[in-house]
């Protein structure tokens, strides 16, 4: 049975930090490319980054510089670093697993950035 399962999220003033955890099992996710994305309320899902499995990682411009996403293959994780955290940040955040074939989410979680 595959899950993917996000943690991390909460409530951070603007300028804070967050780092953002999705936990995988159920496939082999040293073979996946892992992604993360995030729906703010009223707009689209929009993708925030990726993560290969060959480590290239690729970010969406306004989490460039701020925003690191890792993999740890050996505890099926992926994780995501968010700095410097604007009110605009503030979405749901899903956890993607994809291959050629199939693709999996998560059921996200929240962040909220606010004064």
């Known amino acids: 049975q595959v899950q993917l399962v996000e943690s991390g999220g909460g409530l951070v003033q603007p300028g804070g930090s967050l780092r953002l955890s999705c936990a995988a099992s159920?496939?082999?996710?040293?073979?996946?490319?892992m992604s993360w994305y995030r729906q703010a309320p009223g707009k689209e899902r929009e993708w925030v980054a990726t993560?290969?499995?060959?480590?290239?990682?690729n970010y969406v411009d306004s989490a460039k510089g701020r925003f690191t996403i890792s993999r740890d293959n050996a505890k099926n994780t992926v994780s995501l670093q968010m700095n410097s955290l604007k009110p605009e940040d503030t979405a749901v955040y899903y956890c993607?697993?994809?291959?050629?074939?199939?693709?999996?989410w998560g059921q996200g979680t929240q962040v909220i950035v606010s004064s």
């Open positions: 993607k697993a994809r291959n050629f074939i199939t693709a999996y």
């Open positions: 159920g496939f082999t996710f040293s073979r996946y490319t």
């Open positions: 993560i290969s499995a060959d480590d290239t990682t």
